[in-house]
């Protein structure tokens, strides 16, 4: 109770800090019922910082695997399916020869 009596009486924008080791805390009041409190480590901001390239390097390590496109399966067709291929295009070829040949025979 006697800290939130000690920062209601103090005016806004102003506040206390206080450091101990390289911990440093910050208290500011920044409104009427609003205080704003900030505190920061040498040790606690390096681990922040290899945890966040660590981070970065697992997703881009993750990332690019994710992004390879899948192979490509490419199938043949059987010797059926050659079959009725080489047939279509041969019936094609005989029915544009005949109608040529009909085209021709009506001049």
Same mark, same amino acid.
């Given at each position: 109770? $006697?800290?939130?009596? %000690? =920062?209601?009486? /103090?005016?806004?924008? %102003? &506040? $206390?800090?206080? #450091?101990? &080791?390289?911990? %440093? ?14 505190? !920061? ?5 390096? @681990? ?7 981070? !970065? #390097?697992?997703?881009? @390590? %993750? &990332?690019?695997?994710? @992004?390879? *496109? *899948? +192979?490509? /399966?490419?199938?043949? +067709? !059987?010797?059926?399916?050659? $079959?009725? /291929?080489?047939? &279509? #295009? ?9 109608? /040529?040949?009909?085209? =021709?025979? #009506?001049?």
């Amino acid at each position: 109770m $006697f800290l939130a009596g %000690t =920062l209601k009486s /103090i005016p806004i924008g %102003t &506040g $206390f800090s206080t #450091r101990s &080791g390289q911990a %440093t805390v910050n208290v500011t009041r920044v409104s009427e019922d609003s205080v704003e409190v900030r505190a !920061t480590c040498d040790s606690l901001a390096r @681990e922040v910082i290899y945890l966040r390239e660590e981070l !970065t #390097r697992i997703r881009n @390590e %993750t &990332g690019e695997e994710v @992004e390879e *496109p *899948p +192979p490509q /399966i490419v199938k043949e +067709p !059987t010797g059926w399916q050659w $079959f009725q /291929i080489w047939t &279509g #295009r041969m019936a094609v070829a005989v029915l544009v020869l005949i109608v /040529i040949k009909r085209r =021709l025979k #009506r001049n």
